[in-house]
């Protein structure tokens, strides 16, 4: 059965995305700001990447106990995720730079986490952004039948407990690239003959990929295994844990945005007709939280700011501390709502307490 094209109102009688993209254009303009990244953005790049991979290096080249070469992959797997949410993210949103060579090298570092940009630009950019929590569409919504995130999806009996065990499901998100989901995103997007931009020639595409993978598992698993006296078994238990955490960090950020009861999730008419514009759509689908937590804030690539993100995705996120205040400002005064959690943790409790709620027998009558 083929989906039906999803459109969006062009009614927008209060004009509500007109006059915020004027004041976030005139605080640009008025600042003489560039929208993309400045230097901070290029001090956290050297951060996240000397978190990432000197612990690699340290590893390969220094006789360490055993019990510190855990920690280091633990080590390496915050770094995974800070060039994750802080590098690649905004080198594929094309916001790292104003020079688009720089972005495709920074979007590309994606190949060093085990993704692949084609299949990333894809899912995000146009799965994701465009189609924000619609089921069926927005494949970030889409757990196959493990766990349940939309009223919509079929219910099964072990969903009542996806509240306990979907943390222990969520550090698996970056292996499952390396391992299985590239190749089936790649086959089922070249079927569909999606694209962010020129759809690419098919066998270079495939090419790419398992050049990629290749290259990608013989630096992580088979040189590691090569260079050091350890059992090979150590090397993929390192292997797994920098995975784990980077997945369990990565997957929390993203859910903390959208899986939850303050975001809606919009089913569109039999037509494919949504009831809203895009941008009051982005409202009304992500959530922010710990908005004023510095650490957070830097740590996370301003992810914790979906809101302004999803409305100005091309916006580097250095800036989402600045232009939220507008975003927020010009919102309520068009009486539209702004989700925000004053702290992580109430987030977190939001969301687990959504999972509950989705993994109740919708059969049986509250």
Do not use: C
């Amino acid at each position: 059965m083929t989906k039906p094209t999803i459109t969006f109102s062009r009614t927008d009688s209060a004009k509500f995305f007109k006059t915020l993209n004027s004041r976030v254009n005139a605080y640009f303009r008025d600042n003489k700001i560039n929208r993309s990244g400045n230097w901070q953005l290029w001090v956290k790049t050297i951060v996240m990447f000397s978190i990432f991979l000197v612990p690699y290096f340290l590893i390969l080249t220094i006789d360490m106990p055993g019990w510190l070469q855990l920690l280091s992959t633990v080590v390496m797997g915050v770094g995974m995720a800070g060039v994750g949410m802080n590098v690649m993210h905004d080198g594929n949103h094309g916001s790292f730079s104003n020079k688009t060579w720089v972005n495709n090298i920074m979007g590309g570092s994606i190949y060093i986490l085990a993704g692949n940009v084609y299949n990333w630009k894809v899912q995000h950019n146009v799965l994701h952004h465009t189609y924000t929590n619609i089921h069926g569409h927005d494949e970030d919504l889409d757990a196959g039948r493990v766990l349940r995130f939309t009223k919509e999806t079929e219910w099964k009996r072990h969903h009542k407990f996806q509240h306990l065990y979907s943390i222990l499901l969520y550090g698996l998100l970056t292996i499952n690239w390396a391992i299985t989901t590239d190749f089936l995103q790649m086959k089922r997007y070249m079927k569909r003959k999606l694209s962010y931009g020129k759809f690419p020639n098919p066998f270079i595409n495939w090419s790419k990929l398992v050049i990629s993978k290749v290259i990608y598992l013989s630096l992580w698993i088979v040189l590691p295994m090569l260079i050091l006296d350890i059992a090979w078994y150590k090397v993929l238990l390192g292997f797994f844990v920098m995975h784990y955490t980077a997945g369990l960090i990565l997957s929390m950020v993203f859910q903390l945005a959208h899986i939850m009861d303050e975001a809606e999730m919009p089913t569109p008419e039999a037509s494919g007709t949504m009831k809203n514009t895009w941008a009051i759509h982005q409202l009304l689908t992500t959530v922010n939280f710990s908005p004023k937590n510095k650490l957070v804030n830097w740590f996370t690539g301003g992810l914790n700011h979906q809101v302004e993100h999803h409305i100005f995705p091309n916006i580097s996120h250095v800036h989402y501390g600045k232009i939220a205040k507008i975003v927020k400002k010009t919102a309520l005064e068009f009486n539209l709502p702004y989700n925000e959690f004053e702290t992580t943790r109430k987030a977190i409790r939001a969301h687990f307490k959504y999972l509950k709620e989705m993994g109740v027998n919708p059969a049986i009558p509250a």
